[in-house]
């Protein structure tokens, strides 16, 4: 009998542990939830940065080229190969492949201007490029990177 007295004392006390277990669960759930939500960001909103690009870039999967050609894929693509897009005599010859350092390269002001970056990537010390733009600054052009990547 003393015993069924001690169980009976305990039994509260051990349905508040429980009820404390679902809620510490739950708050867990709750965390992990929100981890995953953030991760498809990534490929979701547009960050303002690329309003540097998108006057002259459309970024949709198959949207019409606008001045430039369409960025949708770029990155692991090669360089002058966008469907019905007019590139200039270097791009259209273009055998280098858009990696996000060469990316980095064409859009980011710390590594000089676009036309130096043209050089670099064709060989020719003499090519320019139709494309006009002064540069962004180093956190907006790891944004605009980390965007186009997630576009697949
Ligand atoms: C004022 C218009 C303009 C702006 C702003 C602009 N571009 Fe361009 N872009 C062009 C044009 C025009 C070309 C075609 C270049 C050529 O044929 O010489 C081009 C070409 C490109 C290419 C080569 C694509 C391919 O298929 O080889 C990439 C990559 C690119 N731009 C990325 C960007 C990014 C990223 C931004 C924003 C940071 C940007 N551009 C901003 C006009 C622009």
Redesign the pocket.
């Known amino acids: 009998m003393p015993y069924l007295k001690v169980s009976f004392l305990f039994f509260p006390l051990f349905i508040f542990a429980c009820e404390k277990e679902t809620v510490v669960i739950l708050e867990n759930k709750g965390a992990v939830t929100g981890t995953v939500s953030a991760m498809p960001q990534k490929a979701g909103k547009m960050p303002k ?2 309003r ?6 459309s970024i949709k999967k198959g949207a019409k080229n ?6 949708f894929g ?1 990155i692991g ?6 469907p019905g ?4 005599r ?3 010859e ?1 055998k280098w492949l ?1 990696t996000r350092e060469n ?1 980095d390269l ?2 980011n002001k710390k590594y000089g201007t676009l036309e130096e970056a ?1 050089r670099k990537l064709t060989g020719n010390p003499k090519a ?6 002064y ?2 600054a180093d956190e ?2 790891q944004k ?2 980390d965007y ?1 990547e997630s576009l697949k």
């Open positions: 940065q690329m540097h690009c998108t006057p002259c870039h606008k001045i430039g050609p369409n960025l770029v693509r090669e360089a002058g190969l966008v897009y007019k590139y200039s270097e791009y259209k273009g858009w990316l064409l859009i043209v320019r490029t139709k494309m006009k733009f540069g962004a907006d052009a605009i990177l186009l």
